[in-house]
C-alpha cells in the first residue's frame, strides 16, 4: 500500500502522475511543440525545466494528497534525449532528497507496456509506436523481449518528418492524420517488412520525391503513406503474437491515436482470435502516470535507492528493452 509519483521527461513531455495502491489518482503533462521543424533537445529540456514546478503542483492537487504523503519518487531513466533524461532526473532526485524518500528508476518502454494492466490486459504483447520508438515488446522466460523493431527510425518520427516536409510543424502525426482522411487514390509506396522488422527511411524518401514532383496530392500521399506503413506495423505484431503464442495485443505510443492504425489492429485481431487493448489516450502517450505505475510496482519490491546509491544513479539515454533487469516478477 503506497503512494508513488512518477516523473516523465524523456523527450517531448513533461509529466507527473500519482498512483496510489495501482490506482491512477493523477496524471498531469504539457508538451514542448514547434510551429515548425522537429524537436530540439535543449529546447525541449529548458521546456521541462520551465513547466515542472508547475506541473508538479496541479499533480499533487489533482490527487488530493500533500507531499508528505508521498512514499517514493519514481521517474523515466531511459532511454530518450539525454538533455530531457537529465532535467527529469535532476527534479526527482531533488524531490527524493527533500522529501527523504527513496528513488526509482524506470525504463520508459516497459512502464508503456505495464499500464497496460489498467486496461485489464494480463499477458499483451505490445505495439508500442512512438516518436522515436516502433517496437514490439513481450514478457518471456523472465525479461521484457523485443520480438520486432524499426531499423531506422521511430514511426512516429518518419510521419513527424514527412509533415515537416510538407510544411507542417510538431507534432505531424494528428494533422496527417485528419489529411490522410480526405485522400481518395492509393498510392503505391515501398513496402519494407524484414521478418519482424520495419523500415522507414526508403519510404520517407521516395514520399519526399513524389511531394518534389508534385504530381501527387498531399491527401492521396497521406492516405497512402498511412495504409503502408500501417499494414507493416500490423503484419510485424501479428507475426510477434503467433511467434510468442499470446492472445493479447496492446497498444502504447503516441501514434496509437491514430483511429485508422487502432482499426487495422483491430481486425487483425478479430482475425485471430486475439483481443485488443487501447489504453485511453492520456495514458498512451508520454505521461507520468505510467512511470508512477510501474515505480510503485518495483517499490514494493524493494528496487528503490535512498543516500549515495540514489546520488549515483545516472540515465540511461541508450537502454534497450531487453536489457532491463527484471527483478519485480
Ligand atoms: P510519443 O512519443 O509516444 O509521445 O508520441 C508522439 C508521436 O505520436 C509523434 O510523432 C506524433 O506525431 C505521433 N502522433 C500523435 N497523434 C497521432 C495520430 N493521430 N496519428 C499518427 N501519429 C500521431
Ligand atoms: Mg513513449
Known amino acids: 500500500m503506497s503512494i508513488v509519483l512518477g516523473v516523465e521527461s524523456t523527450a517531448h513531455t513533461f509529466g507527473i502522475g500519482v498512483v496510489k495502491n495501482g490506482k491512477v489518482i493523477s496524471n498531469v503533462r504539457d508538451m514542448y511543440t514547434t510551429k515548425k521543424g522537429g524537436i530540439i533537445p535543449v529546447d525541449s529540456a529548458r521546456h521541462h525545466r520551465t513547466v515542472a514546478e508547475d506541473i508538479y503542483q496541479r499533480s499533487l492537487k489533482e490527487a488530493g494528497i500533500s507531499e508528505g504523503e508521498i512514499d517514493a519518487i519514481a521517474f523515466s531513466q531511459g532511454p530518450g534525449l539525454p538533455p530531457c533524461l537529465l532535467e527529469g532526473m535532476k527534479f526527482s532526485k531533488s524531490l527524493s532528497k527533500r522529501l527523504k524518500v527513496p528513488l526509482v528508476p ?5 512502464a508503456h507496456l505495464e499500464i497496460g494492466r489498467i486496461t485489464g490486459a494480463k499477458d499483451p504483447a505490445l505495439l508500442y509506436v512512438s516518436g522515436a520508438n516502433t517496437q514490439v515488446i513481450a514478457y518471456a522466460a523472465g525479461k521484457y523481449r523485443v520480438f520486432g523493431e524499426t531499423l531506422d527510425i521511430g514511426v512516429g518520427n518518419f510521419i513527424d518528418n514527412f509533415a515537416r ?5 510538431f507534432p505531424g502525426g494528428p494533422k496527417i492524420e485528419a489529411i490522410a482522411k480526405k485522400g481518395k487514390e492509393f498510392i503505391d509506396l515501398p513496402y519494407k517488412v524484414k521478418g519482424m522488422d520495419v523500415a522507414f527511411s526508403g519510404i520517407l524518401t521516395n514520399l519526399k520525391q513524389k ?4 504530381k501527387y496530392k ?3 500521399l497521406a492516405y497512402s503513406m498511412q495504409e503502408t506503413v500501417f499494414a507493416m506495423l500490423v503484419e510485424t505484431a501479428e507475426r510477434a503474437l503467433a511467434h510468442v503464442g499470446k492472445k493479447e495485443l496492446l497498444l502504447g505510443g503516441g501514434v496509437a491515436c491514430n483511429s485508422r492504425l487502432v482499426e487495422m489492429c483491430e481486425k487483425m485481431c478479430e482475425g485471430r482470435g486475439a483481443k ?7 495514458l498512451l502517450v508520454d505521461n507520468g502516470a505510467m512511470i508512477a505505475y510501474l515505480g510503485e510496482i518495483m517499490f514494493e519490491k ?3 535507492f535512498k543516500g549515495e546509491e540514489m546520488e549515483n544513479l545516472d540515465i540511461k539515454p541508450r537502454q534497450r528493452t531487453d536489457d532491463v533487469e527484471v527483478r519485480w516478477k
Not at 524506470?106 to 516497459?110: E, G, Q, S
Not at 516536409?165 to 510543424?169: Q, V
Not at 511531394?211 to 508534385?214: G, I, N, Q, R, W
Open 276 to 282: 485488443l487493448f487501447v489504453p485511453n489516450k492520456s
Open 302 to 304: 524493494g528496487l528503490g
Open 165 to 169: 516536409y510538407s510544411g507542417i510543424g
Open 218 to 220: 498531399i491527401e492521396d
Open 211 to 214: 511531394l518534389d514532383s508534385k
Open 106 to 110: 524506470v525504463n520508459h518502454c516497459v
